[in-house]
């Protein structure tokens, strides 16, 4: 999914990080017809979690979605139990 946000974001430079990482979670849990159980945090949805580290201090909202959506393969992730 990294990857594929990645490429998208280099296809189309005009689309917001936000756009893009919303299409990866709510778009897909959409797409896959669960969005009612998965794709945003809200009471009475599944959530699991992931610890993704960073080389750079993420100080902004932006600052996090710019590096979710733009580093692709090379981001580290290990679930939270």
Known sequence: ?????????????A????IVFSMATAGGAAAWG???ELGT??????????S???QN??????????FLT???ESVQVDWVQ
């Not at 009475?44 to 992931?50: D, E, M, Q």
């Not at 201090?57 to 710019?66: P, Y």
């Open 41 to 50: 945090l809200a009471a009475g949805k599944r959530a699991r979690f992931l």
């Open 15 to 18: 689309l917001e990080p936000a």
């Open 57 to 66: 201090a993420a100080d902004s909202a932006s600052a996090v979605l710019e």
């Open 70 to 72: 733009g580093s692709g």
């Open 1 to 13: 999914m990294w990857r594929e946000m990645q490429i998208l974001r280099n296809d189309h430079p």
């Open 34 to 36: 669960r969005d009612h």
């Open 52 to 54: 993704i580290s960073c």
